[in-house]
């Protein structure tokens, strides 16, 4: 082989490895993607998803429903007591709940990550609009899908999982992207009870 084509050879070689590992590395940004879709998956309810259904009782020792409510639709607030972001989220939730202006009734539960103490606590500091109740097993927590705070959820009135969100909701377009979820899920409770399937 002559040395023009030694070096030719060379050099489509190390073409070949750097685009196998240009390769390898895309494919490795994917797979950790996909990773990180499937995590968040854990951790919160999925839409189309149903919430599980039983009863049981809020912070102040009442009974009440969850997975599914005879209101047009259910919002589940996810927060905890150690995560800052929670403290903010709560007067995006009470701004949600004021601002429904067409008629429909929407109930919000707040599903806490903390003991009943520590619930009752951040529920009085933050004066919060919703009945709570406190998730505290971690059997209640993988059966509610509940890996991370803050979280919003919203649901028909059957318990179907329109909208999921972890995290802040700072930009108006998440904001309006909330608001058009509650809308969505008002909208399919009322098809759903015009079939006759009432919760």
Do not use: K
Request: aromatic share 6%.
């Amino acid at each position: 082989m002559s040395r023009s084509g030694f070096i030719l050879a060379e050099r489509v070689a190390l073409f070949a490895a750097v685009l196998v590992s240009v390769l390898l590395g895309l494919r490795q940004g994917s797979l950790e993607e996909r990773i990180e879709q499937a995590r968040e998956r854990e951790s919160t309810m999925v839409p189309g998803s149903f919430a599980p259904r039983y009863h049981t009782v809020d912070l102040a020792g009442r009974e009440i429903r969850l997975g599914n409510t005879e209101a047009d639709a259910l919002l589940y607030f996810v927060y905890s007591s150690r995560c800052p972001y929670s403290e903010r989220m709560v007067g995006v939730w009470s701004d949600l709940l004021e601002s429904r202006q067409d008629g429909s009734t929407i109930e919000a539960v707040g599903l806490s990550l903390d003991s009943i103490p520590q619930s009752i606590e951040f529920e009085g500091l933050h004066h919060l609009p919703f009945r709570s109740v406190a998730i505290e097993s971690l059997w209640e927590r993988d059966m509610h899908r509940l890996g991370a705070a803050p979280q919003t959820i919203i649901l028909t009135s059957d318990g179907e999982v329109v909208h999921s969100r972890i995290g802040t909701l700072d930009d108006p377009l998440s904001r309006d992207s909330l608001f058009e979820a509650v809308s969505r899920a008002v909208a399919m409770s009322e098809r759903m009870r015009a079939r006759g399937n009432d919760p």
